[in-house]
């Protein structure tokens, strides 16, 4: 007599997919607040050095939306 086993086939719950982090998301939301008053702070009352703050800002928002790319592709 051959006993057949009923074999249902397992199913896996779907991957969810990843969330950010509130409280990153909090940090990162401060500290960009932060450097933007400080920056602007600086450009009002240092005029001499809202030239220079005003190039190292390009280069900065450059940085960090390059940063915000590869964030969010490596939570993929």
Known sequence: MSATIDQQPQHQPAPQPPS???VLL????IVVVLVLGATGYLCVVHRSLAGPIGAVGGVASALAAAFGVALALRRR
């Open 20 to 22: 950010t982090d509130p």
């Open 26 to 29: 909090l940090v990162v939301g």
